[in-house]
Nanobody, 116 residues
Framework: QVHLVESGGGLVQAGGSLRLSCEVSGYISHIDNMGWYRQAPGNQRELAATISATGRIKYADSVKDRFTISTDNAKRTVYLQMNSLKLEDTAVYYC??????????WGQGTQVTVSS
């Protein structure tokens, strides 16, 4: 059974930084892409950043140049370095893994709160 465990969320002042981690456990045959999504209260879940198995990276316009997604394949972990955080970055952040044949897995989410 596949599990995604996120960590690194918390409370930070505007302008600060946080690093989220998502560790994958269980058997996955081949990962097609890994990513971070976020959901603010009253909003739909939206993409923050994704990285494909070939290294192609995509960022939401709202986080471009502030967030960096990366992976450590040996540790089966995907990271999201978030710098210059803004109040509007406040959300629950979810890790998502998609296997090549389409199976999708989500983490339980980690809260990020940015204060003024």
């Amino acid at each position: 059974q596949v599990h995604l465990v996120e960590s690194g969320g918390g409370l930070v002042q505007a302008g600060g930084s946080l690093r989220l981690s998502c560790e994958v456990s269980g058997y996955i045959s081949h990962i097609d892409n890994m990513g971070w999504y976020r959901q603010a209260p009253g909003n739909q879940r939206e993409l923050a950043a994704t990285i494909s198995a070939t290294g192609r990276i995509k960022y939401a316009d709202s986080v471009k140049d502030r967030f960096t997604i990366s992976t450590d394949n040996a540790k089966r972990t995907v990271y999201l370095q978030m710098n210059s955080l803004k109040l509007e970055d406040t959300a629950v952040y979810y890790c998502k893994i998609v296997e090549t044949w389409g199976a999708t897995y989500w983490g339980q989410g980690t809260q990020v709160t940015v204060s003024s």
